[in-house]
């Protein structure tokens, strides 16, 4: 079956020090990994997607298929950053999402 | 565009009682989901729908929880009777089609039985 781990809970960095949320997936056939994050008193919402390979608000993330692996990264945090943040796994050939527990980044000045 | 409507924002509940949420996607999306989201859990897909019809419903708890999508747009999920464990944020969220697009979340049902 499917899994998505997020280690950790709470990541609390400061001001312009990189960031790295960590995001571990189990899946026996070929994932679609995505992430979404959540800003305080906002909707979830789509950050980014691996097969975009594209840069969000300066975030990025690499799939490892070998640690399977969707880690997301940023050289330098932002106050905005502050958000709860969910990695998620598409599976089979519909659009179900798996989703981890989530990651609180908060951003300290 | 107008996002994925859904009411009411809060209910509160006794266990035993039946509750219903309402869900407006946003115009033109074929596909519709149901999430439940347990405090300190990422959500878990409840049911998905396509157009009208039912596409993935393995996690839904058909001993009380019921959805319908009539007439292909506005949705509603239905607890009967609800119990303690059901306490969540119940969220819908829309994609133009089933594969592979982008989800569109609503604000959310927060759901508190007592």
């Known amino acids: 079956a499917q899994r998505v781990t997020q280690p950790e809970k709470l990541l609390s960095v400061f001001k312009g020090a990189p960031v790295e949320l960590k995001c571990n997936y189990s899946?026996?056939?070929?994932?679609?990994l995505f992430w979404y994050v959540q800003y305080s008193r906002q909707r979830l919402q789509l950050l980014l997607r691996?097969?975009s390979r594209e840069s969000i608000k300066g975030f990025t993330a690499d799939l490892n298929k070998g640690e399977t692996s969707f880690h997301l990264k940023k050289p330098f945090a932002q106050e905005e950053d502050s958000a709860m943040y969910y990695c998620a796994l598409r599976t089979g050939g519909g659009n179900k999402l798996t989703f981890g527990t989530g990651t609180q980044l908060k951003v300290e000045l | 565009e107008a996002g994925v409507a859904q009411s009411p924002r809060y209910k509160i509940i006794e266990k035993r009682q039946s509750v219903a949420f309402w869900c407006n996607p946003i115009?033109?999306?074929?596909?519709l989901y149901w999430y439940q989201q347990i405090l300190g859990q990422g959500p878990k897909l409840l049911i998905q729908?396509?157009?009208?019809?039912?596409?993935?419903d393995s996690q839904l708890p058909k001993d009380r929880f019921s959805a319908e999508r009539l007439k292909g747009v506005d949705s509603t999920l239905k607890i009967q009777p609800a119990k303690l464990e059901d306490s969540a944020v119940y969220l819908c969220?829309?994609?133009?089609?089933?594969?592979?697009?982008?989800?569109?979340f609503g604000p959310g049902t927060r759901l508190t039985v007592t």
């Open positions: 969220a829309s994609s133009l089609h089933r594969d592979p697009y982008e989800q569109y």
């Open positions: 729908f396509q157009n009208n019809g039912v596409v993935d």
């Open positions: 899946y026996s056939g070929s994932p679609e």
């Open positions: 115009s033109g999306h074929a596909t």
């Open positions: 691996h097969i």
